[in-house]
């Protein structure tokens, strides 16, 4: 899956906690983040008015990237409520992080059939 159809996907199923959702489609969707972030924050240095753009941004991608990552824990053959571990201080991000670097199951699982042949 490439970056601009990553994008869409993401936007597409916005509100879909069901299904799988790959590594790229995560992992495109979060650099995605990362770029508006930065250009939404150096705006704000130049226009300190835009900061209230960057709230709505924030806001608009909240519902997107959470269903994403619960998606992206089914594509692993973990219930989506795993996310919540990643509330753990110091060692419940890190498991979290690791298992969006894992590969996917390529099987069938109880969350959708496989995207990866």
């Known amino acids: 899956m490439g970056f601009t159809e990553a994008i869409s996907s993401a936007f597409r199923q916005y509100v879909n906690f069901s299904g799988r959702a790959r590594r790229s489609e995560f992992w495109y969707f979060y650099l995605f983040n990362v770029i508006m972030s930065v250009i939404i924050n150096i705006l704000t240095f130049v226009v300190p008015a835009f900061a209230i753009v960057g709230g709505i941004y924030s806001l608009a991608v909240m519902l997107p990237s959470l269903a ?48 990866k042949r």
Request: with cysteine.
């Open 68 to 115: 994403l990552a619960w998606r992206r824990m089914h594509d692993i053959g973990r219930s989506g409520a795993w996310n919540l571990i990643s509330l753990v201080p110091l060692v419940g991000w890190i498991l979290v992080l690791v298992w969006y670097c894992k590969d996917s199951e390529y099987a069938e699982n109880k969350y959708g059939p496989a995207l």
